[in-house]
């Protein structure tokens, strides 16, 4: 199959936390929060900007990632450390619209955060489209991607239900 017309990688999380939705809603528009899981995900570095409120608001979390463990393939792509730069617009309190990129690098993963409330318990559904706009390993760098974000969005879980126990 030509690498032009594959199809983008699909990644579906979801996050279950013993919460309300206005508490899980008011945690993802924490900066500390945002901070504390930048810091679970092992970042060498990051800034967290959130304006607006929980009703809605603009998520900006760019973060330096050390790329240990990345296989040789990926790391001549990406180098000892990536920059990553996470977008969200959240338009209510249990929508968001999410955009990850890589500066410099080709492709992108776009998709969306929604929270949902059932009785008292809330899980948050991210589902993101990878594309990787490389011939050949292109594929292969979206599985890639998608078992990081994973283990990124388990960090955050871990973190979001260590924060609501607070």
Known sequence: MRDDVRMATRLLHEMV????AERVAAMLSDRAFREEVCEAQKAVSHDVSIDGDVASK????????????????AKKIVGDTTTIVQTESWSSPSHG???????????????TAVLVEEDGVTTETVDLEIKVKM?????KLEELIAGLL??????EQRVGVDYLAR
Do not use: H, N, W
């Open 17 to 20: 936390y013993e919460a309300p």
């Open 58 to 73: 603009q998520v900006r979390i760019e973060m330096v990632q050390p790329t240990e463990g990345v296989p040789s393939f």
């Open 97 to 111: 619209d999410i955009t990850v990129t890589i500066p410099g690098k080709p492709g992108d993963m776009r998709g």
């Open 135 to 139: 011939p050949l390993v292109g594929g």
């Open 150 to 155: 994973k283990s990124a969005l388990k960090a």
